[in-house]
């Protein structure tokens, strides 16, 4: 189609918790798109000693959505850089129906149109199991798990032998208790929205890392010519 851009343009979404940061990062590490999460955006900006940054770290220690227009805003600024340029992946965007709307007609703007929009499905139970023992590394920001991913000497991250580990401060019972019923009241009706554009794909997310990644592979065509 002329003046469409070529490239990978992907959306994850799902309950916290379902692997969507792991699998954007894999996927990343794939295809070298760009990976833009606004979760981790949001946590940097919550870093920082002003107003806006201390009402939104406590926003999120509540498992509270930051505000559409803010993420809107950050989000319109990120992917019109040249590393978006062949393709990005959102992770954790658009969370609500107001940013799924404000994400279409910017895109189309853009000359851009989404591959798919993956929804990757897990059960609340195993949600929290998964969250409440999930960790990183402060160094490089490789991800581990108390049970499922533990690094292979202790202590040390496989990934660059940093030491020190950080979990995030809105993986708290109460905190994800809130996430999943603001996920439910607030995210949930972007499903059908994509749904009626042709653009849902689900996907199991209860496998392992090398199961859930190989589905997505295979939803985004991806699996026949790499691997
Ligand atoms: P995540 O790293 O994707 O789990 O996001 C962490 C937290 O950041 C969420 O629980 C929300 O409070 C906030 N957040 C991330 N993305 C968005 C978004 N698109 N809109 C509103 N809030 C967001």
Same mark, same amino acid.
């Given at each position: 189609? #002329?003046?469409?851009k070529?490239?990978?343009?992907?959306?994850?979404?799902? /309950? +916290?918790?379902?692997?969507?940061?792991?699998? /954007? $990062? !894999?996927?990343?590490?794939?295809? *070298?798109? %760009? *990976?833009?999460?606004?979760?981790?955006?949001?946590? &940097?900006?919550?870093?920082k @000693?002003t +107003?806006?940054?201390r009402?939104?770290? /406590?926003?999120?220690?509540?498992?509270?959505?930051? =505000? =559409? /227009?803010?993420?809107?805003?950050?989000?319109? #600024?990120? !992917?019109?850089? +040249?590393?978006?340029?062949?393709?990005?992946i959102?992770d954790?965007?658009?969370?609500?129906?107001?940013q799924?709307?404000?994400l279409? =007609?910017?895109?189309a703007?853009?000359?851009?149109?989404?591959?798919a929009?993956?929804?990757?499905?897990v +059960?609340d139970?195993?949600?929290?199991?998964?969250i409440?023992?999930?960790?990183a590394?402060?160094?490089?920001?490789?991800?581990? *798990?108390?049970?499922? &991913?533990?690094?292979?000497?202790?202590?040390v %991250? =496989?990934? %660059?032998g940093?030491?020190e580990?950080?979990?995030?401060? @809105?993986?708290?019972?109460?905190?994800?208790?809130?996430?999943?019923?603001?996920?439910?009241?607030?995210?949930y009706?972007?499903i059908?929205?994509?749904e009626? $554009?042709g653009?849902?794909?689900?996907?199991?997310?209860?496998?392992?890392?090398?199961?859930?990644?190989?589905? !997505?592979?295979?939803?985004?065509?991806?699996?026949a010519?790499?691997?």
């Amino acid at each position: 189609m #002329s003046g469409m851009k070529e490239g990978l343009f992907v959306a994850f979404t799902g /309950a +916290p918790g379902c692997g969507k940061g792991t699998q /954007a $990062r !894999i996927l990343k590490e794939k295809t *070298h798109i %760009c *990976h833009l999460s606004t979760g981790e955006m949001l946590r &940097q900006f919550a870093e920082k @000693d002003t +107003p806006l940054g201390r009402e939104l770290k /406590a926003r999120l220690e509540r498992g509270e959505f930051a =505000d =559409d /227009a803010m993420i809107i805003e950050m989000v319109k #600024s990120r !992917i019109s850089e +040249p590393d978006c340029e062949k393709g990005f992946i959102l992770d954790g965007f658009p969370r609500t129906l107001a940013q799924a709307e404000v994400l279409e =007609d910017l895109l189309a703007g853009e000359g851009i149109k989404l591959n798919a929009v993956l929804e990757i499905q897990v +059960p609340d139970e195993i949600i929290m199991e998964r969250i409440l023992g999930r960790y990183a590394c402060m160094q490089c920001g490789a991800g581990y *798990h108390d049970k499922f &991913q533990k690094p292979k000497i202790y202590g040390v %991250c =496989d990934a %660059c032998g940093g030491t020190e580990f950080a979990r995030r401060k @809105d993986d708290n019972r109460t905190t994800v208790e809130n996430r999943l019923v603001n996920y439910r009241l607030l995210t949930y009706p972007t499903i059908p929205f994509f749904e009626t $554009r042709g653009l849902l794909k689900t996907v199991d997310g209860t496998g392992t890392i090398d199961a859930v990644s190989r589905k !997505i592979e295979d939803v985004l065509g991806l699996s026949a010519n790499e691997k």
